[in-house]
């Protein structure tokens, strides 16, 4: 009876299933932001397409990390052959993801790097704090001869992702954490509501406000409404990440400058491509690649390559 | 029949448990070997640890909407403070007596002053999930001593059957709160007070004694939740657990333990918490969306208190 962390044997091993299909698990942290709704339906069609089968768990919300913990399990439990998660947090579901890579299993990282990175076979995501580095050179140059006077509408506390755009942000725009030009900044979680909220608080004591860091493009949506019921919408470069359709949109209609996009279609693309190939012959991926950053912004500035959004609406997701 | 569902009120959601075993069993491949049984077990440790206290409070015709709230200020401060170099058993101690104490701050008030504890606990989600964001300062903090993890990652085979401490834990609070509450006199002031609170008062019982202390062993049961949980993932998360308090609740009902309090069981519960997993997991197994899933745990909680009001009325 003694031991420790030993596991008992299981019917399947996780590779190689009764009738040859190639069974992939997909864990998302919702299955309700657009951007992870565009991840699993592009796993699935391309599942679709090379034949194979595809599970899609996810969490209930953005930090339920036991519920991704769950997902994973049930997942082994199924005798899948490669699992593609995006963390919720970079540490939380390392145990795990351990666990399933002990009976064989492919773990791919998607949108979100593990913490240390060989957690996982491999990780297929956009390099994050480059997009933050984008926005925030973006937005500089944006700015030119003015000094900036920043508003932040940051993501989830403890986020990876959220961590990630904060910093490169900052640095793009060359602005350091504690600078007295950061005039104030509040998490939002992503939510349109809470960033509007979030930013018409701010207004009331930052009025010389000239550029806005946005998490993504919902709060940049809400940040943006405020903005505009202070009659400040024309003073001040609003920047984001994401590239939804919507978020394309709205920068086409003027309501924020610019917004660096990701291809969620991409990751779950080659991460589906990835374990279909690990079944056939065995070969794992590994190490982080880069599924690439675009800006899109209708007023091109010197020093940054962009895209206008016409581009970005033939392109975009959700 | 009757007479016998109403004496053992955990004996309907125990069929019905069985009856959901069964069907997962016979639909699917993958659900009824014994890790993933053992699995299911593991998936319901912390909701169950936390409906626990939820069932004592809700037998006194309570509710607590801030336990999920308080495991989670406790996670982050084991976590935080073996970081910080504070010794493993001390940090362990800290954050059960932190939960107590804010236990023991809501039970004072409740019975103190004489608010509803709906109210009471709502105000204490509030601030207790604020202080651990506070505590917290926008992170999370992996957990990597042993003794804050070993509830979840210490593993003994029976056989087949893997057993992890942490379920020997919750089990051992299981039988001690049903010894507590059948077989002491506590345990009957607890019910009595719950029926009718004038009444026990009459009768010569300590009600806002008995309250108070139903929501001091409450928060000592919510700390051992946050260690439960550390075992599950050794990682600290201020956003945890965000719908805990309203699943621990789902845990009780489908337990047979009344809302309006002095009918029930810790038993019940149990076996609710592990209804709300076996769904979840079988469910997945069998291929179906997890809103779908979450639509059917939503149906079993309506059909559960008409199961009660049901019962209660004909009994009346």
Same mark, same amino acid.
């Given at each position: 009876?003694?031991?420790?962390a030993?596991?008992?044997?299981?019917?399947?091993?996780?590779r190689?299933?009764?009738d040859?299909?190639?069974?992939?698990?997909?864990?998302?942290?919702t299955?309700?932001?657009?951007?992870?709704v565009a991840?699993?339906?592009?796993?699935?069609?391309?599942?679709?397409?090379?034949?194979?089968?595809?599970?899609?768990?996810?969490?209930?919300?953005?930090?339920?990390?036991?519920g991704?913990?769950?997902?994973?399990?049930?997942?082994?439990?199924?005798?899948?052959?490669? #699992?593609l998660?995006?963390?919720?947090?970079?540490?939380? #579901?390392?145990?795990?993801?351990?666990?399933?890579?002990?009976k064989?299993i492919?773990?791919?990282?998607l949108?979100t790097?593990?913490?240390?990175?060989?957690?996982?076979?491999?990780?297929?995501?956009?390099?994050?704090?480059?997009?933050?580095?984008?926005?925030?050179q973006?937005?500089?140059?944006?700015?030119?001869?003015?000094?900036?006077?920043l508003?932040?509408l940051?993501?989830?506390?403890?986020?990876?992702?959220?961590?990630?755009?904060?910093k490169?942000?900052?640095e793009?725009?060359?602005?350091?954490e504690?600078?007295?030009?950061?005039?104030?900044?509040?998490?939002?979680?992503?939510?349109?509501n809470?960033?509007?909220?979030?930013?018409?608080?701010?207004?009331?004591?930052?009025?010389?406000?000239n550029?806005?860091?946005?998490?993504?493009?919902?709060?940049?949506?809400?940040?943006?409404?405020?903005l505009?019921?202070?009659?400040?919408?024309?003073?001040?470069?609003?920047?984001?990440?994401?590239?939804?359709?919507?978020?394309?949109?709205?920068?086409k209609?003027?309501?924020?400058?610019?917004?660096?996009?990701?291809f969620?279609?991409?990751?779950?693309?080659?991460?589906?491509?990835?374990?279909?190939?690990f079944?056939?012959?065995?070969?794992?991926?590994?190490?982080?690649?880069?599924t690439?950053?675009?800006?899109?912004?209708?007023?091109?500035?010197?020093?940054?390559?962009?895209?206008d959004?016409?581009?970005?609406?033939?392109?975009?997701?959700? | 029949?009757?007479?016998?569902?109403?004496?053992?009120?955990?004996?309907?959601?125990?069929?019905?448990?069985?009856?959901?075993?069964?069907?997962?069993?016979?639909?699917?491949?993958?659900?009824?070997?014994?890790?993933?049984?053992?699995?299911?077990?593991?998936q319901?440790?912390?909701?169950?640890?936390?409906?626990?206290?939820?069932?004592?409070?809700?037998?006194?015709?309570?509710?607590?909407?801030?336990?999920?709230?308080?495991?989670?200020?406790?996670t982050?401060?084991?976590?935080?403070?073996?970081?910080?170099?504070?010794?493993?058993?001390?940090?362990?101690?800290?954050?059960?007596?932190?939960?107590?104490?804010?236990?023991? #701050?809501?039970?004072g008030v409740?019975?103190?002053?004489s608010?509803?504890?709906?109210?009471?606990?709502?105000?204490?989600?509030?601030?207790?999930?604020a202080?651990?964001?506070?505590?917290?300062?926008?992170?999370?903090?992996?957990?990597?001593?042993?003794?804050?993890?070993?509830?979840?990652?210490?593993?003994?085979?029976?056989g087949?059957?893997?057993?992890?401490?942490?379920?020997?834990?919750?089990?051992?609070?299981?039988?001690?709160?049903?010894?507590?509450?059948?077989?002491?006199?506590?345990?009957r002031h607890?019910?009595?007070?719950?029926?009718d609170?004038?009444?026990?008062r009459?009768s010569?019982?300590?009600?806002?004694?008995?309250?108070?202390?139903?929501?001091?062993?409450a928060?000592?049961?919510?700390?051992?939740?946050?260690?439960?949980?550390?075992?599950?993932?050794?990682?600290?998360?201020?956003?945890?657990?965000?719908?805990?308090?309203?699943?621990?609740?789902?845990?009780?009902?489908?337990?047979?333990?009344?809302?309006f309090?002095?009918?029930?069981?810790?038993?019940?519960?149990l076996?609710?918490?592990l209804?709300?997993?076996?769904l979840?997991?079988g469910?997945?197994?069998?291929?179906?969306?997890s809103?779908?899933?979450?639509?059917?745990?939503?149906?079993?909680?309506?059909?559960a208190?008409?199961?009660?009001?049901?019962?209660?009325?004909?009994?009346?």
């Amino acid at each position: 009876m003694a031991g420790t962390a030993c596991s008992s044997q299981k019917a399947t091993d996780g590779r190689g299933n009764d009738d040859g299909k190639v069974k992939i698990g997909l864990v998302t942290k919702t299955d309700s932001n657009p951007f992870f709704v565009a991840l699993r339906e592009a796993a699935k069609a391309q599942a679709g397409k090379d034949g194979a089968e595809l599970i899609a768990l996810a969490g209930k919300f953005d930090g339920d990390n036991e519920g991704q913990v769950a997902a994973l399990e049930n997942l082994v439990q199924q005798g899948v052959d490669t #699992i593609l998660v995006t963390p919720s947090n970079s540490t939380g #579901i390392l145990g795990a993801i351990k666990k399933a890579r002990e009976k064989g299993i492919l773990v791919i990282a998607l949108d979100t790097e593990t913490d240390p990175k060989d957690a996982v076979d491999a990780t297929f995501a956009t390099d994050n704090t480059q997009a933050g580095r984008l926005q925030g050179q973006y937005v500089k140059a944006a700015l030119g001869e003015r000094a900036p006077q920043l508003l932040m509408l940051d993501g989830s506390p403890g986020g990876t992702v959220d961590e990630q755009r904060h910093k490169g942000f900052l640095e793009g725009l060359g602005l350091t954490e504690t600078d007295p030009k950061v005039l104030g900044k509040e998490a939002t979680n992503g939510d349109q509501n809470k960033a509007q909220q979030a930013m018409e608080n701010l207004l009331q004591r930052a009025t010389t406000v000239n550029a806005v860091y946005t998490i993504n493009e919902p709060a940049a949506r809400g940040g943006f409404a405020a903005l505009q019921a202070k009659g400040l919408a024309d003073k001040v470069v609003v920047g984001s990440i994401d590239g939804g359709c919507q978020g394309v949109r709205d920068v086409k209609d003027g309501k924020y400058a610019l917004t660096v996009m990701q291809f969620p279609k991409k990751m779950a693309e080659d991460g589906v491509k990835a374990g279909v190939e690990f079944t056939k012959s065995g070969k794992k991926p590994s190490g982080f690649t880069n599924t690439g950053t675009t800006v899109i912004a209708d007023k091109p500035v010197p020093g940054i390559d962009s895209k206008d959004t016409a581009w970005g609406l033939q392109n975009c997701w959700g | 029949m009757k007479t016998l569902v109403l004496r053992t009120p955990a004996l309907g959601p125990a069929i019905a448990l069985l009856a959901a075993v069964l069907l997962f069993s016979v639909t699917t491949d993958t659900f009824a070997t014994t890790d993933n049984l053992s699995l299911v077990v593991q998936q319901s440790l912390v909701i169950g640890t936390l409906a626990l206290g939820q069932t004592l409070v809700i037998l006194t015709s309570g509710i607590d909407l801030a336990n999920a709230a308080i495991a989670v200020l406790g996670t982050l401060l084991m976590a935080q403070l073996v970081l910080g170099g504070t010794s493993a058993p001390l940090a362990l101690l800290i954050g059960i007596g932190v939960a107590v104490g804010i236990a023991a #701050i809501t039970g004072g008030v409740v019975t103190g002053i004489s608010l509803p504890p709906f109210i009471v606990t709502l105000g204490m989600l509030t601030i207790v999930t604020a202080a651990a964001r506070i505590y917290a300062e926008g992170q999370s903090y992996p957990v990597t001593d042993e003794l804050l993890t070993f509830l979840g990652t210490r593993q003994y085979l029976f056989g087949q059957v893997e057993v992890t401490v942490g379920m020997g834990l919750a089990l051992v609070m299981y039988l001690v709160a049903w010894y507590a509450l059948t077989r002491t006199a506590w345990g009957r002031h607890v019910y009595a007070v719950g029926n009718d609170a004038e009444a026990a008062r009459l009768s010569g019982i300590k009600v806002r004694r008995t309250v108070l202390s139903v929501y001091l062993v409450a928060g000592l049961v919510y700390g051992i939740a946050a260690w439960q949980a550390l075992g599950r993932v050794p990682n600290a998360d201020p956003n945890a657990f965000q719908t805990g308090n309203l699943d621990s609740i789902t845990a009780v009902v489908l337990g047979g333990t009344s809302l309006f309090g002095g009918r029930g069981s810790v038993l019940g519960t149990l076996v609710g918490a592990l209804i709300v997993a076996v769904l979840r997991s079988g469910l997945t197994q069998a291929g179906i969306d997890s809103l779908y899933q979450d639509v059917a745990t939503g149906v079993l909680v309506i059909v559960a208190v008409a199961v009660d009001r049901f019962s209660r009325g004909r009994n009346q």
